[in-house]
């Protein structure tokens, strides 16, 4: 549910238009606000108690579960269409080691897929379609440093073996870093996205 929200003062001058983005209780989102400033004195005005004009809803919006059902679907569908980018240029560039890491790869959906599956209550949101992307993209990522690692091995006359060895562990401190790097960010996301709750 959407609300638009006047709050007057002395005269009926109007000094917000509200946007609230949930039903009003202890605590709301207001959106909308331009600057700091504005931020401010609104949120004195609301905490000095009992505006002198009333609050009046200008506008009630209920937004249906079919526009979220699409937004999803839509969020899956290109989730699979960056799926099946990442998996033909994967084939085309590193051919057999190319294969092996797109089998990798759709494994990796398959278990994330099982294991939400198994958990009571888990949906599927447009952020939880954003978890998988980036999961997705930090396998790719990884994928790619590895096999360009063994094709550098491989021109340098090394075995396959070796190369495939020489590979994962030239890579291995450069996946390790990014991997910290991203698990730094979810945590920031995490804090700021719930309010450090």
Known sequence: MQM???FLVKQEEVINIANIQS??????????INNPNEARQ???LLRAGALIAPIQIVEERTIGPTLGMQNIEQG????LAGLLVSILFMIIF??????????????NLILIVGIMSLLPGA????????????????????NVLINERIKEE????????????EGYRGAFSSIFDANITTLIKVIILYAVGTGGN
């Open 42 to 44: 609104l949120s004195l």
């Open 76 to 79: 899956l569908e290109a989730c």
């Open 154 to 165: 491989l021109s340098n006359g090394r075995t396959v073996q070796q190369a495939i060895d």
């Open 23 to 32: 039903r009003l209780g202890n605590s709301f989102r207001i959106t909308g």
């Open 94 to 107: 590193y051919k057999k080691f190319g294969l092996i890491a797109t089998s990798a790869l759709i494994a």
């Open 4 to 6: 638009v929200v006047r």
């Open 123 to 142: 949906t599927l949101s447009m952020p939880g379609i954003a978890g998988i992307v980036l999961t997705l993209a930090v396998a790719v990522d990884a």
